[in-house]
């Protein structure tokens, strides 16, 4: 446990191999300055140019494509995930290959995530999804999915947990994650938090906001003592997170506590009502430090990204570019559809007309479609770039869009074709045949 002499505000002297520099503030179109601005995150692997998407790679790889193409389709960084990778394969042989970079045959900039969220999701027994759409408190705070079993028990020191892969019994405490994350080796890694729902009442997350606080100081001091112990290594950041549900007290209460402490920068967790996104966020950048970056955990849609950057979001990562193309779902500026339907059969156009990822380039619809429908995985890969690429660029052209001044008529031309609610205008219409 931590010693009591120990300051969680004071910085560590190898602290500054890691920076972020602020370029570019967004103006409302009043004249007025927004929270929103472009910037630089300097890491031992690379710049990463914000706002940014930044692309999941659970298990060190991001589904269903290369590294090499991860590159070429323009993400600047990959999110790996602690707890998947502290299961299997081990944070130690990760540590042995060289760190995650070196082990996926990747060279940009990395992040782990502390293993917080699988812990309390898979373990109450919603697998990747806690719903956090409607604010309903009347069920117990320590709920669990339908015909499900608790496999995670939280106290003031950590989390027990079952392994959702052989039920075996495991610990994590914010001593533990800083271990497992420090053999990852990300050059981003966060602190280890609980996670809370729309669910839980706020009598809870008062409790676990407090928790949450603890176990930040706590892996501040251990983060630190890692790094002094790991001669040789290069300097990993340490990210706080942010927590408090839809309270805005809470939310700036736990901003000005883990603000004040030695973190390298932010994440905004937890739970987040979508139409309350951009609120949220804003208060978070209220009060946390203007020189640090700010990372938003879990969001990939259009209105949710422009919301964000907006509301001083700097990166942000989500697994759904992915998920949804291994069910067939590409992203095009008219908005998101199936290409399981029938109309794609013979549709020899590109997912995305005009787009110049490795898959529009080279496939057409009617391929793809063909290798969806009979169940070969190329499929998956193709449809995954493409998607990738698409929020990718997204996210690239709104900061350019930032530099130019350009920013809030992008946004309002991109939502208003993306949101439309028409039927895809691109490729053949569905043929009719007589006999």
């Known amino acids: 446990m931590p010693h009591d002499s120990f300051d969680p505000t004071a910085p560590h002297s190898r602290q500054t191999d890691f920076s972020f520099e602020v370029g570019t503030r967004l103006t409302n179109p009043d004249g007025s300055q927004s929270l929103g601005?472009?910037?630089?995150?300097?890491?031992?692997?690379?710049?990463?140019?914000?706002?940014?998407?930044?692309?999941?790679?659970?298990?060190?790889?991001?589904?269903?494509?290369?590294p090499e193409a991860v590159a070429e389709l323009g993400a600047q960084a990959v999110l790996a995930n602690a707890y998947h990778l502290y299961l299997q394969p081990g944070s130690d042989l990760l540590d042995a290959a060289g760190g995650l970079g070196k082990f996926m045959n990747w060279s940009g900039p990395t992040f782990t995530d502390s293993g917080g969220f699988q812990v309390m999701s898979l373990g109450s027994g919603f697998k990747k999804v806690i719903d956090m759409k409607s604010v309903d408190q009347s069920g117990p705070d320590d709920a669990v999915a339908p015909g499900k079993e608790r496999l995670a028990n939280v106290d003031d020191d950590g989390v027990w947990f079952k392994s959702h892969l052989d039920g075996t019994k495991h610990r994590f405490s914010p001593e533990i994650s800083m271990k497992v994350q420090h053999e990852i080796g990300a050059d981003i890694m966060f602190a280890f938090d609980e996670l809370t729902t729309l669910q839980n009442s706020r009598g809870y997350q008062i409790e676990s906001l407090e928790r949450t606080r603890l176990w930040a100081e706590r892996c501040v001091r251990e983060h630190f003592n890692l790094t002094d112990d790991r001669v040789g290594k290069e300097y990993q950041a340490l990210f706080g997170v942010i927590q408090g549900a839809q309270y805005e007290d809470l939310r700036r209460k736990a901003c000005q506590d883990l603000g004040a402490m030695a973190f390298d920068g932010f994440g905004i967790g937890g739970a987040l009502e979508k139409e309350n996104l951009g609120t949220i966020v804003g208060w978070c950048a209220e009060e946390l430090p203007e020189n640090k970056p700010r990372h938003l955990l879990g969001i990939s849609e259009p209105d949710d990204i422009f919301t964000a950057i907006e509301n001083g979001a700097d990166t942000f990562d989500c697994v759904s570019p992915t998920r949804v193309a291994r069910n067939s779902a590409f992203y095009t500026p008219h908005g998101r559809f199936n290409l399981s339907g029938s109309r794609y059969k013979r549709d020899f156009t590109p997912l995305a007309e005009g787009c110049e990822c490795y898959t529009c380039t080279n496939y057409t619809r009617a391929y793809i479609q063909h290798m969806f429908k009979s169940k070969e995985i190329l499929s998956h890969t193709l449809i995954s770039i493409h998607n990738e690429h698409f929020v990718v660029k997204m996210v690239d052209d709104a900061r350019q869009a930032i530099e130019d001044g350009t920013f809030h008529e992008m946004k309002e031309r991109v939502m208003a074709e993306y949101y439309a609610g028409n039927p895809d205008p691109q490729g053949l219409p569905v043929l009719v045949t007589t006999a």
């Open 37 to 66: 601005r472009t910037g630089v995150i300097k890491t031992p692997h690379g710049e990463i140019k914000t706002p940014a998407f930044i692309a999941v790679g659970t298990k060190a790889t991001v589904k269903a494509i290369l």
